[in-house]
């Protein structure tokens, strides 16, 4: 470019600079080109990228830490500076300076140049601003408090909350006198589950003082929970649970530990209610736990309750013991002293502690320090043990349990009064232990044991309650309630069935064991000895079922009736449904042997069987399906029997062991196999027809 064309391009760029450029569109579209470029920046950030956002708000996690997303981080970390009454200083004043000096920054900044460098100011107030957002952020990230630990609640409220509060919503209403316990482990009516199948008796003790005194389980959570389980504790010694709180730091377990003085932080009722929940004011886990080593199952009490409830309250009575020296020798005493001072060292003699000392003292075994003064104790006998004054134990709610469940107990256990109740009402059918047999009611029916685990298990306190109540009329069983015209009332139904549940402890009747699938090739004779003899005997003779050879039950029962009772079962008693495991051939083969059983039964013993009557209907049963009219050797008439087949005669008259038709079911002809091909029929049935034969083949 020569000298001339630089001044001309020079004179026309000042010329334009003087001018100056419209803003419109010139700078407008520029900056909407820009903006474009930024948007779909941010769009394609956005999309392939994503949004690097905190987690969504969720109220129902409790490790949810709330804060604002990463670009407000900064104003969250300055409102920290500013706490209490500062905040509108972080949250109003702050903000506004800063917008009011963007609106201010073109009067305060009139510099026409555009260099950062030549605007120091402005430059370094932005970088100052900049760089302290940049610090806050960073601050607030590494200042983020961890994610929050769920805080454990009542684990007892939380039980009650899971199990009880369904039906009984907040609270329950408990009468005087019940045995929460009780009640919670078996059921007390129609829709409450037995919970002993799916709480241990610690978590049914804790739920019963959380339900007589939920102050107290409050009052355990907060106090104790830090370092024990409800559980563990709940139905312990009030002697001890009251050394607990009157000792504080100063209690032997506790020494060590940073425990406070709790009658100065709790109040009286505070501490009562804590008892009240640790043990629980129900009588009869009371009287277990404190009085059942001394006194045994009851008291001998014959007075009123107001008397009872002195006597329990001013304690300081004992209970002598019998000098045992004059009964027992030196070495069972030496091992009921090892026995009480370690129960675990000296097993064997757990028999003789039964025998000679449960009486009294229960399954609780008494502690003893030492082995000589257990013997001197055991040998000497004597007044060896005061009883506790309970009114400076027990509060006023557990001593008015105590003392209701005490004198009801001495006006007769339950389970005593049950089996009286049993013995005078039940007994005659269902016989002195529940073992059941034959129905008077019915003749050959036979009632089921009601002493067996699997029906005790099977049959909750409810169920058991109803029976007893309302009968069974459908199995000759009558009402014995009162509301139903019995002579039993709630009293003597709730007395019986304490004593049917003793029996879960150790039941009277064991039920026969599972038997095996019998294969498909086994004949009626086998799988009557596998799945039914245990319960009808080897010759169905009977036995815990009814007798299979009885006349009146084959009469009875028709060839329909025997099939649907395997198939199906019989619904009062043990004997299941035996459809699901045997196949309906191998159900006809056994209602064919068991029909083979009345036949050699109809028999008397010497007498001449009947071709009618006995021998007829077995070959009809065992034989007819392949031995027709249809050719061959026939099964259907006497004729036939004995003339018929390619063979015949089949029979000969007098000679049992020449007719082909004993050699054939015994399986002893040269030629062919034994009949029939299922199986060899029973001896007693194949018996019959050598006897028929060998008295001469009469057509009887």
Known sequence: ?????????????????????????????????????????????????????EARADPSDSSYTPRPEWYFLFLFQLLKYFPGNLEVIGVFVLPTVVVVALFALPLLDRSPRRHFLSRPLVSATALAGTVGVLGLTALAMIEAPPPAAPTAGDPVAALYAANCAGCHGATVSVSAGANLHEIIAQGSHDGMPAWSGDLTTDQIDALAGFILSPAGSRLFH?????????????????????????????????AGQDVPAWSEVLTPGERTALLNFLAAPDGQRLFATNCSPCHGQAVSFSGEEADLRDIIRRGGLHLAMPPWQTRLTPDEIEALANYVVDPQAAPAASDLFASHCATCHGQRVPAAEDVERARQAIAGGGAHETMPVW?????????????????????????????????????????????????????????????????????????????????????????????????????????????????????????????????????????????????????????????LRDPEFQARNTDADLFDTINLGHPATP????????????????????????????????????????????????????????????????????????NGPAVLPGEAEASLLVQKLRGTQAVGGIMPPSGPLAPSQIQVIVDWIDAGAPNN
């Open 1 to 53: 470019m020569n000298d001339e064309a630089k001044r001309r391009t020079l004179e026309s760029y000042q010329r334009a600079k003087e001018q100056g450029e419209p803003f419109f569109p010139y700078a407008v579209f520029r900056d909407a080109v820009v903006a474009l470029l930024l948007l779909a920046l941010l769009i394609g950030l956005a999309y392939f990228v994503g949004a690097p956002l």
């Open 222 to 254: 907060q106090n104790c929970g830090a370092c024990h389980e409800a559980p563990e504790l709940v139905a312990g010694d009030p002697l001890e649970l009251k050394a607990v709180l009157d000792q504080g730091p100063a209690y032997a377990a506790h």
């Open 575 to 646: 004997m299941i449904g035996w459809g699901e495991i045997l196949s309906a051939e191998q159900i006809r083969q056994l209602v064919t042997f068991v029909r083979g059983l009345g036949v050699s039964a109809a028999t008397p013993s010497g007498a001449v069987p009947s071709f009618a009557r006995d021998v007829l209907p077995l070959l009809q049963a065992e034989c007819a399906v392949c031995h027709g009219a249809l050719g061959g050797w026939d099964a259907s008439t006497y004729a036939s029997v004995v003339a018929s087949g390619d």
């Open 391 to 547: 009114g400076d134990v027990l509060t006023a709610e557990q001593l008015d349990a105590l003392t209701a469940y005490t004198l009801a107990s001495a006006r007769g256990a339950p389970v005593e009064v049950g089996r009286e109740l049993f013995a005078d009402n039940c007994a005659v059918c269902h016989g002195d232990f529940g073992e059941g047999g034959p129905n008077p009611t019915r003749p050959g029916d036979v009632i089921a044991p009601i002493s067996s685990a699997e029906y005790l298990r099977t049959r909750d306190d409810a169920t058991l309650r109803a029976i007893i109540a309302q009968g069974q009329p459908n199995f000759g069983m009558s009402p014995f309630g009162t509301a139903f015209g019995g002579p039993l009332d709630e009293s003597d139904i709730d007395a019986l069935l304490a004593f049917l549940r003793s029996w879960e402890l150790q039941p009277p009747v064991e039920l026969p064991p599972d038997v095996g699938v019998p294969s498909a090739a086994a004949s009626g004779a086998e799988i009557f000895a596998e799945v039914c003899a245990q319960c009808h005997g080897a010759r169905g003779e009977g036995g815990l079922g009814p007798s």
